[in-house]
């Protein structure tokens, strides 16, 4: 079992960042309002429960995302995880993987003529096609160069 860390932009980092900047915040300012002000009735209890039920689940989920968002390839299996989200695919019905070296970016083709970007360091997209044609060796593996992938965008 293989495994590759997903890439995040730094963009995504500071979302991520936000995010939980927020979830602390939130946290905080329930916490406040529930020690100046109380909660006298059922209302005010299940707000205060469902705030920090929001923020405590928002935080995990962005903390999950953060440490746990990978491609794994197995024998059989290339999955995807990121934060508790996860997808399967079988290694038996990739087709294909394209390298678009002008945009540094890779592809896996399916059969059933669907895809999905694989978002690594580009350190790795050797060893990881490597390690997905081994697994099935009908896989194709095709690349692009910035050349060619400007005469297509000048094509559309």
């Known amino acids: 079992m293989k495994k590759y860390k997903f890439r995040f932009s730094t ?3 500071c979302i991520f960042a936000l995010g939980l900047a927020l979830c602390a915040a939130g946290l905080g300012l329930n916490i406040y309002r ?3 002000q109380g909660a006298q009735s059922p209302y005010e209890w299940m707000q205060y429960i ?3 039920f929001v923020s405590i689940l928002l935080a995990v989920i962005i903390v999950s995302m953060f440490i746990k968002s990978q491609y794994v390839i197995t ?4 999955i995807v995880q990121f934060g508790i989200i996860r997808t399967k695919y079988d290694i038996t019905k990739i087709s294909s993987v394209h390298l678009f ?3 540094g970016k890779l592809a896996v083709y399916f059969s059933d003529n669907k895809y999905t970007a694989v978002v690594i360091k580009e350190c790795y997209f050797d060893d990881f096609i490597k390690e997905l044609t081994s697994k099935n060796e009908k ?4 690349f692009s160069t910035a050349e060619e992938e400007d005469e297509l965008k000048k094509k559309k």
Do not use: D
Request: proline share 0%; glycine share 10%; hydrophobic share 60%.
């Open 11 to 13: 963009l995504i980092l």
């Open 34 to 36: 529930l020690l100046t």
């Open 50 to 52: 469902i705030l920090f």
């Open 75 to 78: 024998e059989r299996k290339l």
């Open 101 to 103: 070296q002008g945009a």
């Open 139 to 142: 896989i194709g593996f095709s």
